[in-house]
């Protein structure tokens, strides 16, 4: 059986004088979810359109479906769908004619295009609106209907680049849950988005790019133990109960205007019984207690803690 996970080799990509690629080694397994991150300007989209065949790389290698996208580019383009930052839905068509042009362009024949066009439509939620034009449609309708043009030609690699920019949170969960079931059913997705919740919620592996670089690379659990700035927020009513507590626990920072406590810590059960049976021992009661733990936008701020230029892919 042909892989159909995505493999990338030392990748290499220059506009000019600007490395927008430098050297990316990535292994994603078919049917996994994975999700690369980054600021504008770090080559996200510009990874895409590799992989998608849309440019051609500078140096190095990478195997989509098993195949080379430099040497088999249409052995590629026939395994995977790319669903954009920007909605590729026709307007003046209905939604069953998009999909239906889509069958074509996939050469099914006609009777096999209008099975897969109402197969989808009903999968998506869009059988009721599949006669009127996208015009007409939310943004969350639109993108779902995007989704469904993505695979009418069942790929086994779909590219997702930003996929639920603008959309609200409800339409946002509503593409969530669709990116799930298609990976359930094996299929290997490729996210790239600038919400950082999504990535979260959705990948299984996560690497951030930044100037051209993998800097990190793991599990959202595996990046987030990275970065230090779990702690505890101990909220008290009075001065008094604050200053003993200060008194109980010297590593914390103080806030004599909110009359709270910070307390370093990992946010573990342990961790956080372990102090409240020190501040009980002492007499003293917070009024409320607070955990943070370090989320992908600490990750996110902590590897890439600078301001980038413009993009200058998204101008290509």
Known sequence: MTDAGIHVFGLRKRYGDKVVLDGIDLDVPAGAIFSLLGPNGAGKTTMVHILATLLPPDGGRALVAGHDVVQRPA????????????????NLLTGEENLLLMADLHHLSRREGRRRAAQLLERFELTGAARRTPATYSGGMKRRLDLAMTLV??????????????????????????????????????????????????????????????????????????????????????????SAAATVLPAATRDEESLALRVPGDGTAADLRALLNRLSAAGVEPETVTVHTPDLDDVFFALTGHVTADDKELAR
Request: charged fraction near 25%.
């Open 75 to 90: 052995a590629v383009r026939a395994a995977i769908g790319v669903t954009g930052q920007f909605s590729a839905v026709d």
């Open 153 to 242: 030609g069942d790929p086994r690699v779909i590219f997702l680049d930003e996929p639920t920019t603008g959309l609200d949170p409800r339409s946002r969960r509503s593409v969530w849950q669709i990116v799930r079931g298609l990976a359930a059913d094996g299929v290997t997705i490729f996210l790239t988005t600038q919400y950082l919740d999504e990535a979260d919620q959705l990948a299984g592996r996560v690497a951030v790019l930044d100037r051209g670089r993998i800097v990190a690379e793991g599990t959202p659990d595996e990046l987030k133990r990275r970065i230090p700035g779990g702690h505890v927020r101990l909220q008290f009513a009075a001065t008094a109960p604050l």
